[in-house]
């Protein structure tokens, strides 16, 4: 029998912009989602942590029965992607090809914005996607290491005060440079993009890597004949810590109550 579960994984809530997507694209597909919320935040730790922390994530998803992973994690498929993604029977797929990619066709001036945790801003993955699909774009990044302990905490409301004085000590700077689009290379930002948007204005298009990841995993799977067309899906939520705070954040954003549905786990046992 053919594998047959997705495995979506991030440090804690932000991979649910990925899963949210491919629940809405393949509605018959399993899976699993685990969020690594002992340890959030990943983007302030230096790589070799980050790569430790990718492979026991990965370890753990390996137990189910996963025809293909997506590393709903900017950090992770920026720093440790490229280190781990042969050692597992299964393909893997980061978030930053199809973001790059979507941010190019999106931008019609040129001028990219990226922000992101600091390891992914020190890594230079975008940028170098970006400068792959299109030489001529130029790019700006900006680290911003708040908003994800801000997301984490609930302040994800488009009125937060907090998270607007965030938004605006980082952005600020971004606009003088005048970008058309904006990559949210975190997948936790998008969970503040309304906030975002409302910051640096409409007419600026916010790129979600998640959601270009979903529907790159989509066409993969499609492509290699490994999708589900029918029959009922089962997604299951694991975490690193309680599930208190990951029920009631990612229920608001998933849109549905994902009270019960969301088990721990203890991270270091992989
Ligand atoms: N959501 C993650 C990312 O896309 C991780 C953020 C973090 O843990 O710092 O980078």
Redesign the pocket.
């Known amino acids: 029998m053919n594998p047959n579960a997705i495995g979506v994984f991030?440090?804690?809530l932000?991979?649910l912009t990925a899963m949210k997507e491919l629940c809405r694209i393949m509605p018959h597909e399993n899976i699993v989602y685990f969020g690594d919320t002992s340890r959030?935040?990943?983007?302030?730790r230096s790589a070799d942590t980050i790569i430790r922390y990718a492979r026991q994530d990965l370890n753990f998803l390996s137990g189910f029965d996963i025809k293909a992973a997506l590393v709903?994690?900017?950090?992770?498929?920026?720093v440790a992607l490229d280190s781990i993604k042969d050692d597992y029977p299964f393909p893997i797929i980061g978030?930053i090809d199809s973001a790059a990619a979507a941010a190019v066709s999106a931008s019609q001036n040129g001028r990219i914005g990226i922000i992101?945790?600091p390891?992914?801003v020190k890594s230079g993955a975008y940028e170098r996607s970006i400068s792959a699909a299109d030489p001529d774009c130029r790019t700006i990044s900006i680290a911003c290491p708040l908003f994800?302990p801000l997301v984490e905490n609930g302040h994800i409301s488009p009125d937060d005060p907090l998270t607007k004085g965030a938004i605006e000590l980082y952005l600020s700077k971004l606009l003088d440079f005048e970008p058309d689009t904006i990559i949210l290379?975190?997948?936790?930002y998008p969970i503040i993009a309304k906030a975002i948007s409302n910051f640096v204005g409409v007419d600026i298009r916010l790129i979600d890597?998640g959601k270009e990841a979903a529907l790159a995993i989509c066409r993969l799977l499609s492509l290699n004949g490994l999708t589900n067309d029918s029959g009922p899906a089962k997604r299951s939520f694991y975490v690193s810590d309680s599930t208190e705070n990951f029920e009631t954040y990612g229920g608001i954003f998933m849109g549905r109550s994902i009270n019960g549905e969301v088990h721990k786990i203890d991270i270091e046992k992989y």
């Open positions: 991030d440090s804690g932000g991979g959030v935040p990943y983007g302030t709903a994690c900017g950090t992770i498929s920026a978030v992101g945790t390891a992914t994800v290379g975190c997948t936790h890597p």
